[in-house]
């Protein structure tokens, strides 16, 4: 019986190369994400030798884009995604528009028609949700407020990409493709809009119930691969289901499944049972990237590819800095959104193939996109690296920047109203987010006066109606520390997790402040062994933590038995 090995010859080549060209950029120090692409285009048609297939390659790709939205869904939850919006809404769609306005410029300097400029724009404005994910976990901050607004622009970002595509055949005709449809575009933006809202409603009404639920279900029955079973096939399927039944993107469906599967207790069981699968389908995802790319594209026409990265790197992250800047956020946080967002990805491709089938792009255009991609994947890490460099420069020499980060920002100081007098022997509570706001809550039953410094500007504006004394910034920046009263102050709690960031605080507050007395939260013992050293006065790591607490429990539970026992 003749068998067809296109799918197992394929995947074998594909992880194959990933692994040897992966170990070689990194022993380079360069990210294996690098070796991945590098991999693709080794067994890509437009080289020679061994070619994989390319649309195999992209549908276990899809499945990658699938369980890492999964997994982002499972750790953002609804809180966090609405505590942003202020921010990512108006920025996602901001940028988009600056990004397409640069692409149907340099679009119209090579001759191309209007329409096939705006195509190609929208092309250039969205950021990939995979190359993203990775950045910000690899950096540590998915779970920070700069991640938060991230991942909230991205599902922005991707809720325009869906509109998009849903409307381009509509509107083809009216732009100068092939197909025509202008006069139906009212009935399709409300069918559109209400495929969109009907889905939202059915996952937050009815599937935060029913798939927590489910799991726990297969939960009970004790087997560890059906469990890991229902996760993968929860995130595959409600991806799927989402797609055919209400035409949202794999990924939205896959972020939203992981949004209500966190309603579950074992949510984090399901991170981690999802992980392995996700890290190995994320790696098929570059190489497909890696396999539509035709080196010739840069021979051919090398400036062209060089206006597209510029647009990419440059001009879309320029636009996101100032705007986030504009929202009266910090150096740190506008540099980390825009590095974030500055390269492209599977919706560009999406885009690209449609407008390619309608006649709204020419096939230079695809190229120039894989080219941009390709350039924009590989060099995105390198910028995160420039981020510190780049902030501190801007600081000691732009007299604009810092005029930006401080100066009349209402939210940056304490009202007048608040009597400085009063702000002696307090806690300043660094961070108000899952762990900060207990905190908070409990010395706010106990009488005790606090000050949060937090970077979300949104969160001190609801602090403040609440009547609680706050301050927007990042504390590692020495003016919000002193906006916070920490050099009268008694305890400095740190209840953000970001080691890098704490170390920072500790030492401006040792400077401002020597007898205060110092908390910590972390999340590694590697993390907790460098605050030791720093001084800390007291280290709290979240296993050990949770440990201590039922051990607590298991000794009062075994006296009051022993206790009971004893005549």
């Known amino acids: 019986m003749p068998h067809n090995l296109n799918l197992i010859t394929t995947i074998a080549a594909s992880l194959g190369l990933a692994l040897i060209f992966g170990l070689a950029v990194a022993r380079l120090k360069l990210p294996p994400l690098v070796g991945y692409l590098l991999a693709g285009i080794a067994i890509s048609p437009a080289t020679p030798g061994f070619a994989g297939d390319i649309g195999l390659a992209q549908q276990l790709a899809e499945i990658g884009v699938m369980l890492m939205m999964f997994g982002v869904g499972l750790h953002f939850s609804l809180d966090d995604l609405w505590s942003v919006r202020r921010i990512a809404m108006p920025g996602a769609i901001g940028q988009i528009a600056v990004a397409t306005l640069l692409g149907m410029g340099v679009s119209a300097l090579w001759g191309w028609p209007a329409g096939q400029g705006f195509v190609f724009g929208l092309a250039l404005s969205v950021a990939s949700t995979v190359v993203l994910l990775k950045a910000l976990e690899q950096q540590g901050t998915l779970q920070s407020l700069n991640g938060r607004i991230a991942v909230g622009w991205l599902v922005v970002e991707d809720l325009v990409m869906v509109l998009a595509l849903v409307l381009l055949p509509a509107l083809s005709g009216w732009l100068g493709g092939t197909d025509s449809g202008g006069g139906e575009l009212g009935m ?52 799927y289901g989402a797609t055919k039944l209400f035409g949202v993107s794999f990924a939205l469906g896959a972020f939203f499944a992981g949004m209500v599967m966190r309603e579950s207790p074992l949510s984090h069981r399901a991170a981690e049972d999802s992980l392995p699968l996700k890290d190995a389908f994320s790696v098929l995802f570059f190489v497909s990237v890696g396999m539509l790319f035709d080196p010739a594209i840069l021979r051919e026409a090398p400036l062209q590819v060089l206006a597209v990265a510029v647009i990419i790197m440059f001009g879309k992250s320029v636009a996101a800095f100032l705007i986030v800047l504009a929202f009266r956020y910090p150096l740190n946080t506008a540099f980390t959104v825009s590095a974030s967002l500055a390269q492209i990805g599977e919706f560009s491709f999406i885009l690209a193939g449609l407008g390619l089938s309608l006649g709204l792009l020419p096939e230079a255009g695809q190229s120039l996109l894989l080219a941009g991609a390709i350039i924009s994947i590989a060099l995105n890490p390198a910028l995160f690296r420039l981020i510190e460099p780049a902030q501190a420069w ?13 100066p009349s920002d209402p939210l940056a100081v304490l009202p007048d109203t608040v009597d400085a007098d009063l702000l002696t022997g307090h806690v300043t509570l660094v961070g108000y987010g899952r762990v900060g706001r207990r905190i908070g809550e409990t010395l706010q039953r106990n009488g005790i006066r606090f000050v949060v410094a937090e970077q979300n500007r949104e969160l001190v504006e609801r602090l403040r109606g609440e009547g609680v004394h706050a301050v927007a910034g990042e504390a590692s920046d020495p003016t919000v520390l002193i906006q916070a009263h920490v050099a009268r102050a008694s305890v400095l709690v740190i209840a953000t997790p970001d080691a890098f960031h704490a170390r920072k605080m500790i030492e401006i507050a040792r400077m401002l402040n020597p007898g205060v007395h110092i908390l910590v939260r972390t999340h590694s013992e590697t993390e907790a062994a460098l605050m030791e050293k720093e001084g800390v006065d007291g280290v709290f790591l979240g296993e050990y933590e949770l440990a201590h607490t039922m051990t607590r429990h298991v000794l009062k539970k075994m006296r009051q038995e022993s206790a009971a026992e004893t005549p």
């Open 188 to 239: 399709t933006l409300a069918v559109t809009l209400g495929k969109v809202a009907a889905f939202v409603a059915f996952m937050l009404l009815l599937g935060k119930r029913l798939f927590p639920w489910l799991l726990w279900q297969v939960a009970k029955a004790g087997s560890r691969e059906l469990f890991t079973l229902a996760v993968i096939a929860a995130a595959v399927g409600i991806a």
């Open 394 to 406: 801007l600081r000691e020499n732009s007299p604009l920047a810092r005029r930006l980060e401080l």
